[in-house]
């Protein structure tokens, strides 16, 4: 079997067959903060760009004027504007952490002077924490499940235990990170650690036993960390079921309905 990442499309493929993305998986269960924050975001739209409150002749029940259908329209999409940016912010900052766990890696020359001063928590806690980062955007994959991934990073903690640590821009850690990063242990303890084009650059010598999701979104950067792995792993291949089941794969979808069995 041949592993590959194209990169320009963002496609992990196994012997030219395109993987469903470890990071996709999650898209399947649904995040009520996440619901409740677009509402929000929705009505402060409306709020800052209607014609302001008026008042009801003789009641004290204020209404906002101006709102037109145009400017609901826009409201509907204001969460989705403001997810963009966060993620165009959240990349900046993404590749700074890699900065910096691969400079630990010792394949780049660094002074902390030269990194974002937003990722200091992050650098204060792994020295605090970790022994030796292991590997730096590593790619991956399980034939079975038929999914491929990049973890952000593997690393080995004070205590040896081996963890997977993810980045999110968000301003919590939420389930499906935790979830996602179980896809990321299932394929990495399997197969092992892959370059993009798919050389074999390293085998664990032992299973992941720690989760770890770093919120650099959140005011107080804290790692949040997790050692119940098999219930997170049990809960990835239940989603990637649903995944398949609910028809959000593509790709799986249309080769079952060419492939009849």
Same mark, same amino acid.
């Given at each position: &079997? ?35 924050? =677009?509402? /929000? ?20 029940? +204020?209404?906002?004027? %101006? ?10 999409? *204001?969460? !989705?504007? !403001?997810?963009? !940016?966060?993620?165009?912010? %959240? ?13 630990? &890696?010792? +394949? ?19 020295? *605090? ?27 080995? &903690? ?11 821009? =968000? ?19 399997? /197969? ?26 959140? +005011? ?25 089941? &609910?028809?959000?794969? +593509? ?11």
């Amino acid at each position: &079997m041949k592993y590959q990442f194209n990169n320009e499309e963002h496609v992990h493929t196994l012997d030219g067959h395109a993987l469903t993305g470890t990071s996709s998986i999650g898209n399947v269960l649904a995040k009520p903060a996440l619901i409740q924050w =677009s509402a /929000n975001e929705t009505i402060k739209y409306i709020k800052e760009n209607s014609s302001g409150f008026e008042m009801f002749e003789g009641e004290q029940t +204020k209404f906002l004027s %101006g709102i037109t259908e145009e400017l609901l329209d826009k409201a509907r999409f *204001a969460h !989705k504007k !403001k997810k963009e !940016k966060a993620a165009t912010e %959240g990349t900046d900052l993404h590749t700074e952490l890699e900065k910096f766990v691969k400079a630990e &890696m010792g +394949k780049w020359n660094y002074e902390d002077d030269d990194l974002d001063p937003r990722i200091k928590p992050f650098i204060d806690w792994s020295r *605090a924490n970790v022994k030796e980062f292991v590997a730096s955007e590593a790619h991956c994959y399980d034939e079975d499940l038929f999914v491929g991934g990049i973890t952000d990073c593997v690393a080995e &903690m004070n205590d040896g235990k081996l963890a997977i640590i993810d980045f999110k821009s =968000s301003k919590e850690a939420y389930i499906t990170h935790f979830i996602q990063v179980a896809g990321y242990a299932i394929q990495v303890e399997k /197969n092992g650690l892959f370059s993009e084009d798919g050389e074999h650059s390293k085998k664990l010598d032992k299973a992941i036993e720690v989760l770890i999701i770093v919120p650099f979104g959140a +005011k107080n950067i804290v790692p949040d960390v997790r050692y119940n792995v098999q219930d997170y792993k049990d809960g990835f291949k239940a989603a990637v079921k649903l995944y398949r089941v &609910m028809g959000f794969d +593509k790709t799986i979808k249309e080769n079952a309905v060419s492939n009849p069995q």
